[in-house]
């Protein structure tokens, strides 16, 4: 385990009691403690010193836009929004400008260090959860921040929720962030994929068994249910259960309770259901494959996710999240992309979601060469793209390599040839590795 010293936090408040106060609780703890009393004293100590975590007073006199926390976002900083008045808006505020979480007045000494140490052990992998609570879920777009506004409001409750969506959406992520960020956070997170297991074991792999229930049965199993004690079970490509199965899932959720195959004991479910499903349950319900009582038990709440194409809002900010998350990966911090391939991806229809850039942008990061900013071209994607916009930079490239070639590239001529400023055309040749 690594120790405190490691890691270093930043505070940032203009309020001088407050400032201080922090100050000592941190450090006496162990932790290596900055603090900066406005928003551009603490941009300017952040570039000479990257911070493993910041907590910023959400009332910063300068505060002006989310330039600090994005550029602490950037540097890798998980950022604690610091707030007065903790509402189901301020936390969305604080989801959208980036935070990782955040910290209502008045609050206990303890409960900032328990913070702090959530976010840097959590980031350091020594906590073996992984995620970090709120890092990493990327909700930009209005249709995204209602899902995560709804969430927080159930966030601790025992009601199932519901989770559809395409493919690569988010749904397991948004099942992870509510556990991550609810009351049972420290307890285990079960996940099931209904559709991976072969229908007569997955009985027993949810619910457990008893030596000698069945053929094979060989020692007494502990299900996954009992495994998750008061944490969560995220039970994934529901609409794959097998008929017999819904009937005794629907029992245990009405009942708050089960029994192992081929046992006579009751084990009480303390767990929350989290359901999720790409299949479209109301067909399902309607030929009969899935239980009309079961969805209604299921969708305590229920949460549609847009497919990446209805929110493109989404889009740039996932992007840049991606090229952080596989630059810093993959040690490539100098990997740049072009305007057009920004413009190429925004407009792009994503039919495997999020998942789908995710993996490109992790390909053309991994594949890039330092010196040449990522083009339309350098993004593997699984369906057709806007095949005008590629061809138009690709047009534009050719064009300028031909005039500086008929020029011997001299850039005042071609530039005038070309009918674009002599900046214009640098900046073209640059983007373009026009050598
Ligand atoms: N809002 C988001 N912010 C950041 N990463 C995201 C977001 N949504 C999805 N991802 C990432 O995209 C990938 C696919 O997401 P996830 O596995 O949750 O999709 P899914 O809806 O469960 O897909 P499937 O139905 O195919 O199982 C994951 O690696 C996840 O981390
Ligand atoms: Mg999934």
Redesign the pocket.
């Known amino acids: 385990m690594l120790s405190r010293r490691a890691f270093s936090l930043l505070i940032v408040d203009d309020e001088e009691g407050m400032r201080l106060g922090l100050e000592k609780a941190l450090s006496l703890e162990g932790y290596r403690v900055t603090s900066a009393a406005t928003g551009a004293e603490a941009r300017r100590k952040s570039r000479g010193e990257k911070f493993d975590c910041a907590f910023v007073d959400l009332r910063l006199p300068d505060l002006i836009g989310t330039d600090l926390l994005s550029d602490l976002r950037e540097a890798g900083t998980a950022v604690v929004i610091i707030t007065a008045f903790a509402t189901v808006d301020t936390a969305v505020r604080a989801m959208k400008l980036g935070a990782a979480d955040y910290l209502q007045k008045p609050f206990d000494n303890q409960d900032i260090v328990a913070l702090a140490d959530r976010l840097c052990f959590g980031r350091s992998g020594a906590r073996p959860s992984g995620a970090l609570p709120g890092e ?4 930009a777009s209005a249709s ?1 921040q209602n899902i995560v506004g709804t969430l927080r409001k159930v966030m601790d409750s025992e009601i199932p929720l519901l ?1 559809q ?11 992870r962030f509510v556990h991550s960020q609810s009351a049972r956070a420290a307890r285990p997170f079960v996940a099931i994929n209904c559709a991976a297991i072969p229908p007569d074991l997955l009985e027993s792999e949810l619910f457990g068994h008893e030596k000698g229930s069945f053929t094979g049965a060989h020692a007494t199993v502990t299900g996954r249910f009992e495994a998750a004690g008061a944490g969560t079970i995220f039970l ?2 529901i609409g794959d259960m097998g008929a017999s199965l819904q009937t005794k899932l629907l029992r245990a959720l009405e009942e708050r309770a089960f029994e192992p195959v081929g046992s006579t004991r009751t084990i009480p479910l303390s767990a929350r259901i989290i359901a ?1 499903t ?1 299949s479209d349950l109301a067909a399902l319900i309607r030929e009969k494959k899935f239980r009309l009582d079961l969805y209604y038990r299921l969708k305590g709440v229920a949460v549609t ?1 847009p497919p990446l194409r209805e929110r493109r809002e ?1 889009i740039e900010p ?1 992007l840049s ?2 090229l952080d998350t596989y630059r810093q990966r993959y040690n490539k911090p100098g990997v740049e992309i072009t305007r057009e391939a920004v413009r190429f991806l925004g407009s792009y229809q994503w039919p495997g ?3 789908e ?2 993996n490109a942008v992790e390909s053309a990061v991994l594949l890039s060469e330092q010196s040449h900013p990522l083009l339309p071209r350098d993004f593997l994607l699984e369906g057709p793209g806007d095949a005008s916009l590629p061809e138009l930079w690709q047009l534009e490239r050719e064009a300028i390599v031909e005039v500086l070639k008929k020029t011997g590239y001299n850039r005042s001529v071609a530039s005038r040839e070309l009918g674009m400023s002599r900046k214009t055309l640098y900046n073209k040749m640059k983007r373009y590795s026009i050598k």
């Not at 990493?136 to 909700?139: D, E, F, R």
């Not at 969506?165 to 397991?172: D, I, N, P, R, V």
Request: hydrophobic share 45%; aromatic share 6%; net charge negative.
């Open positions: 990493g879920l990327v909700a995204m989770l969506g395409e493919s690569g959406t988010g749904k397991e992520m948004l099942a994934d490509e999720s790409n996710i989404d996932l999240f991606f979601n999020v998942r850039m995710k």
